[in-house]
């Protein structure tokens, strides 16, 4: 456990690594001035030179870079604007602030959005895909797969839209999604994520449903599972500790990159009901160009999206006593 632990951290810093580097390079690659594009759409000639001076513009690009990485493990100073602390990734000209903050401004907001949908869709789906193969052929069975197909094919913008017009400012039944700190209130944290939770659950429920069907109507026909039956052993028994554990081996592999996709930014969802959080971050900092912000930003998707694979991977060996850790 400790050898696949060291390897996947090492293996998770080198990919960070390079994800930035070719963010930082491409960024230098197009054909524009780097402070102008640092600095944002609308800069002042003395905000202009300030950028180019705490760039080091006047320094080899992997000069720049090693500066920037540096940064995040000792801190930088900014002439001009102070000392950034540990972990600095650079400071904003467009938000006129240290992108770390901003980062962890927004990401509380990210994370409640994320987790509250992953708990609805997770549980949901994992269980209609149970109670569909287990009355496979029947009624049950034809709603879940029809119902399943009808929300794989629609878009998040789309029901989205479609929830807020009747939910929100037709019906009244639902209050305008909106971002309340967890600590402050948690009934106005709850209600105003409702909403977005909610629409995020029917997209993500279908692929869940769909695919514990299949895998588990797959594992019932193995011969492990027809020998438990033929032993005597509880149906229940049967299906949560025989199928059941070999069903979750592909569930929990989509669901680390589903998880580590949304933490990175659910970009159309946050869009669609104006949530503050990393996606709006990472397209406000591609908008404005604003460097800084957007390599935090990749950082942080291309972060969630390894660590969860990392983890995923350790859970293999919980579930499944074959799979040994390397």
Same mark, same amino acid.
């Given at each position: ?168 400012? !037709? @019906?009244?039944?639902?209050? &305008?999604?909106?971002? /309340?700190?967890?600590?402050?209130? +948690?009934?106005?944290? $709850? #209600?105003? =994520? ?81 949530? !503050? @959080?990393?996606?709006?971050? &990472?397209?406000?900092? /591609?908008?404005?160009?604003?460097? +800084?912000?957007?390599? $935090? #930003?990749? =950082? ?27």
């Amino acid at each position: 456990m400790l050898r696949f632990a060291v390897r996947r951290t090492v293996a998770t810093a080198i990919t960070l690594v390079t994800i930035s580097a070719v963010t930082f390079f491409l960024f230098f690659a197009l054909p524009s001035d780097p402070a102008l594009l640092a600095c944002g759409k609308v800069c002042p000639p003395e905000l202009l030179a300030l950028v180019r001076r705490n760039l080091g513009l006047d320094q080899p690009v992997m000069a720049q870079f090693v500066a920037w990485l540096a940064g995040i493990f000792a801190g930088r100073d900014y002439p001009g604007l102070g000392y950034c602390p540990a972990p600095c990734l650079g400071y904003s000209f467009v938000n006129r602030a240290p992108v770390f903050e901003t980062i962890m401004d927004r990401l509380p907001v990210t994370l409640s959005l994320t987790i509250g949908a992953a708990v609805i869709f997770l549980t949901f789906g994992v269980a209609t895909g149970i109670l569909a193969a287990l009355r496979q052929g029947r009624p049950l069975d034809k709603v879940a797969s029809v119902a399943s197909l009808v929300g794989a094919s629609v878009q998040i913008y789309f029901v989205g839209t479609l929830a807020l017009y009747f939910l929100v400012y !037709q @019906g009244k039944l639902l209050p &305008s999604p909106s971002y /309340v700190p967890l600590t402050e209130n +948690p009934l106005g944290w $709850a #209600t105003g =994520l409702l909403l977005p939770w909610v629409v995020l659950a029917i997209i993500f429920t279908a692929n869940y449903t769909r695919m514990t069907r299949s895998t588990m109507v797959e594992n019932l026909s193995e011969d492990y599972v027809r020998t438990a039956r033929a032993k005597g052993m509880p149906a229940r028994t049967v299906i949560l500790r025989f199928a059941l554990r070999g069903t979750l081996i592909p569930i929990i592999t989509i669901f680390g990159v589903d998880l580590g996709t949304l933490i990175g930014g659910a970009i159309i969802t946050e869009t669609t009901f104006g949530l !503050q @959080g990393i996606g709006r971050l &990472s397209v406000r900092a /591609v908008t404005y160009s604003d460097l +800084p912000t957007l390599m $935090a #930003t990749v =950082l942080v998707a291309a972060g969630a999206i390894v660590v969860m694979n990392a983890v995923v991977d350790a859970l293999y060996a919980v579930i499944d006593p074959r799979v040994r850790l390397t």
